[in-house]
């Protein structure tokens, strides 16, 4: 049953609570809470000054700046529900989205200009371009608009069902498909954040946040908003500049994907002397993250790794690994390789093709019960509910297993399954052979097709800067740790793996590349 509430309540509270402690650091900017507060009001009021009504939608082109953080609570403060984009997508990528959400404002930054002119040609529902950083005719000022709006609160009352917002995610297939957020939901996934907290979080700490914040990294803005912690923001990752932060801001929250915590271990490694004392949690997750590397930040950071797992249908952390469980009797535990175990508020099985749920050590997909974070919705697209919700379960597409423990470990996409010879092949299990060899960077693995065997499997390696390995010797060094059949018969050395907007690897771009390649060979 739909209740109703207040539109940003939680953040009306916490402006409230903490007034004039340093809510968000941006270069060289510094705002309090009362002065994020203000601005964010002043948005909202604008947007309703537009004509913008409840449940309209609002989007946002911009890199991490103290404007995506007005964007995203002043949205929700008039009830508008906000559609972030991803930076590195295409004109008509952004079109389509745009289109499919039926957004009538967008804010886009200075870096994006070019593309924001043309896309009110290309998609009819929009009708304001509200311009950060840049003037053009036609395009609505953005610190204009501020300016002439009243930093009260609007306070408007909604509804529990009423749609907060939309997330788009292509996976690493496919259209982009939106992900519907009640404001019902969303204070649920808020919960599931605090209940599955092991450490404590207050005005000490300051998070750093080096991702997007439109994506995995922003989850961790609003609880830090609201136990009053610094929020410390840079609108790109460098691995050299975020230790000099960490030093510097005396940060005790990160938040990395595994291409960032690999890069920082390289510039340690090379001899980096800083002092990261602050540091209380190293939070990683979104992608597989190698086991061997997962071994250097514990020795480089120490016990304070932990692991989540989640997905844009149901934000993390849907599993933890938490700090105590990456070590045993002093050294690496072999559970690093897992994402932990369920959190308090979420249910999990592993369930075979015809459903039937599957006992510890068998390979399944993972589903989430359709309740709580797990009632997932798609703006719509009711055939993608039709496809994944089934006899009070979601479908993840996403392959695993549970041992003995209940500790939950990722198996691969189901897109990632291949069947070589009858058997089935799983990437995860090949990569993770691969990467354990000294020279290998990271590694991708994919089914490629082939008239005797189906499907054969095909890696896609990187190595590491100054080493040298062939083909043969990684097929050999596979055949001391997995079965015949698994064994890469296709190994191709690469300088560097494609991925998306959210650190994970693109397989179809190089499978796709491989093939025209072959192709062409051929003729």
């Known amino acids: 049953m739909s209740t109703s509430r207040i539109a940003g309540r939680a953040l009306y509270w916490a402006a409230g609570q903490f007034r004039d402690r ?63 984009l991803n930076a590195r997508h295409t004109l008509h990528e952004h079109a389509d989205v745009l289109a499919d959400a039926g957004a009538s404002v967008l804010v886009a930054g200075a870096e994006f200009a070019e593309m924001a002119l043309q896309l009110p040609k290309l998609v009819p529902s929009l009708r304001h371009v509200v311009g950060v950083g840049w003037h053009d005719s036609g395009v609505v000022d953005y610190d204009a608009l501020l300016a002439k709006a009243s930093d009260r609160a609007p306070l408007l009352e909604i509804s529990s069902d009423l749609l907060l917002r939309i997330n788009y995610t292509s996976g690493t297939t496919g259209k982009p498909k939106g992900v519907a957020y009640s404001v019902e939901r969303a204070e649920i996934r808020l919960n599931n954040h605090f209940h599955a907290m092991e450490y404590a979080l207050g ?119 938490y700090p105590h469980e990456h070590l045993h009797d002093g050294s690496p535990s072999p559970r690093v390789a897992s994402c932990g175990r369920p959190t308090m508020n979420v249910d999990i099985t592993v369930r075979d093709a015809a459903g039937q749920a599957l006992p510890a050590g068998q390979i399944g997909e993972i589903a989430l019960a359709y309740q709580g974070i797990g009632r997932v919705a798609f703006w719509r697209r009711p055939d993608l509910e039709r496809d994944s919700i089934r006899d009070g379960w979601y479908y993840s597409g996403d392959l695993g297993y549970f041992d003995d423990q209940g500790f939950l470990y990722i198996a691969g996409r189901n897109k990632d399954m291949m069947i070589s010879g009858g058997f089935n092949v799983y990437a995860r299990e090949v990569e993770d052979a691969l990467q354990s060899h000294p020279a290998v960077a990271e590694a991708a693995v994919l089914g490629l097709p082939d008239p005797e065997w189906g499907e054969v499997v095909a890696a896609f390696v990187v190595r590491r ?53 072959q192709g062409a060979i051929s003729k």
Do not use: W
């Not at 270069?27 to 994020?36: A, E, G, K």
């Not at 004392?277 to 250097?296: C, E, K, M």
């Not at 015949?484 to 018969?489: A, D, E, L």
């Open 465 to 517: 800067p100054g080493q040298q390995v062939d083909a043969e010797e990684l097929k050999r060094h596979c055949g001391e740790l997995i079965a015949g059949y698994k064994k890469p018969r296709i190994v191709e050395f690469v300088d560097a793996l494609p991925r998306n907007h959210t650190s994970k690897v693109t397989k179809n771009i190089l499978r796709d590349a491989y093939l025209s390649r």
């Open 22 to 84: 340093p809510a968000v650091v941006f270069r060289d900017r510094t705002l309090t809470y009362v002065q994020i507060e203000q601005r964010s009001n002043q948005f909202a009021n604008a947007l309703i000054g537009l004509g913008q009504r409840p449940g309209d939608r609002v989007a946002a082109l911009l890199n991490n700046s103290v404007e995506s953080i007005d964007g995203q609570f002043g949205a929700e403060k008039a009830a508008q529900t906000y559609v972030p």
């Open 203 to 321: 005005v000490d700490d300051a998070m750093l946040h080096v991702g997007p914040l439109t994506h995995a990294a922003g989850m961790h803005m609003l609880p830090c908003y609201l136990r009053g912690a610094r929020n410390i923001v840079v609108d790109r990752f460098d691995a050299e500049e975020t230790l000099a932060l960490i030093e510097r801001q005396r940060i005790t929250q990160l938040m990395l994907v595994p291409t960032m915590l690999t890069r920082l271990l390289e510039v340690m490694n090379a001899g980096a002397r800083l002092d990261l004392s602050s540091l209380r949690r190293v939070h990683y997750g979104t992608a597989p993250t190698p086991v061997p590397t997962i071994h250097q930040a514990l020795e480089r950071f120490g016990p304070i790794l932990r692991q989540q797992y989640g997905m844009i249908e149901a934000i993390q952390p849907l599993c933890v690994l």
